[in-house]
């Protein structure tokens, strides 16, 4: 049987990319009008089929804040490279665009969609409401990763932090726990917000009050790390609550340099389950987010979007479980 044409055969033919080819061949903007007929023509000399709308191929705006991206090495890239995956298992084509402060703050509309590449877009991360507000303006399609926001009728995919941050700090509570603080700032990320909240769920189902003054900031409004844990930690708190496993592992690491154990002289737990190797300190115990469910349910998503434009809103969460390691004490 012979072998089905591809459009990287094409692409590869004319020494232009995949993306190129596929628009040329579905009329989209973006490609000039001879090397269009180039195409059209190499793919018929080829024998190129096209395939059916069901199965098109896509191209998908990954947009994310700059700050999200430390080092090369942060959540949010480790969750686009499996979006990136899951988009191009579907057929599709992913583009990050980073988003600066500057354009953020403007309101700047991204260059993807400036330059008619983008048949929609994955918003990665928090960004500030009048910027999520603008992309609702440019009618592409839209889905929210990793955030989410009432005020706005997006498609949202998000990890169960508030019922997973429940279920870790119920796990303390067992474990004999009954003055446990919060680490994280109340709304710098809906994700934060959503974990507190859990956290003051199952606070108050075992019978103990939240209290203003065992609620840590860990970050300024720019998303830069700041710290004021007091001095007498151990005699405010048997544990600390940490929004993310960065904030545990930084926690640690100040811990340590006070000369407080862990987890002999207090409990810190995190969440995300995302390893920091340039972060040293105890196995932590946290809360597995589950990456790949969340890319996968992204990239299902906005396709569905695209080819449905008046569907209802779809929010999808996406569940996790605990990882107990030892950075949790029992009480006695």
């Not at 403007?106 to 929609?120: S, Y």
């Not at 710290?227 to 151990?234: L, V």
Request: hydrophobic share 40%.
């Amino acid at each position: 049987m012979a072998k089905s044409v591809r459009m990287a055969d094409i692409a590869e033919k004319l020494g232009v990319s995949v993306v190129t080819v596929s628009k040329a061949l579905r009329g989209k903007d973006g490609v000039g009008d001879e090397l269009r007929a180039q195409i059209i023509k190499i793919a018929e000399e080829l024998g190129y089929t096209a395939k059916s709308t069901s199965s098109e191929s896509y191209v998908i705006g990954i947009l994310t804040a700059g700050r999200y991206l430390e080092r090369g090495s942060s959540f949010y890239w480790s969750l686009y490279e499996r979006l990136l995956s899951h988009l191009s298992a579907s057929g599709d084509f992913g583009f990050l665009e980073v988003i600066s402060a500057e354009d953020e703050e403007t309101c700047a509309i991204p260059r993807i969609v400036q330059e008619h590449r983008a048949d929609g877009l994955i918003a990665m991360g928090t960004l500030g409401l009048p910027y999520m507000k603008m992309l609702g303006k440019l009618r592409i399609p839209l889905t929210m990763l990793d955030t989410y926001e009432t005020r706005l009728p997006y498609d949202t995919v998000i990890s169960d932090g508030y019922y997973g941050m429940c279920t870790m700090t119920d796990y303390l509570i067992r474990q004999g726990h009954r003055k446990l603080a919060f680490v994280g700032t109340l709304g710098a990320t809906s994700s934060i917000t959503d974990r507190y909240y859990g956290f003051c769920r199952a606070l108050t189902e075992a019978g103990l009050s939240p209290s203003p003054d065992l609620l840590f900031p860990d970050r300024y409004a720019d998303g830069s790390f700041r710290f004021s844990i007091p001095e007498n930690i151990t005699d405010l708190a048997t544990a600390l609550v940490c929004n993310c496993d960065l904030t545990a592992f930084t926690v640690c690491r100040h811990l340590e340099e006070k000369g407080i154990r862990v987890p002999e002289d207090i409990t810190v737990v995190g969440f995300d389950d995302f390893g920091t190797p340039a972060l040293h300190g105890p196995s932590l115990t946290t809360y597995s987010v589950d990456l790949d469910g969340m890319a996968h349910a992204s990239a299902a998503q906005i396709r569905s979007r695209i080819t449905h434009p008046q569907a209802n809103r779809s929010t999808v969460t996406v569940c996790g479980k605990m990882v107990l390691r030892n950075s949790v004490r029992r009480m006695e």
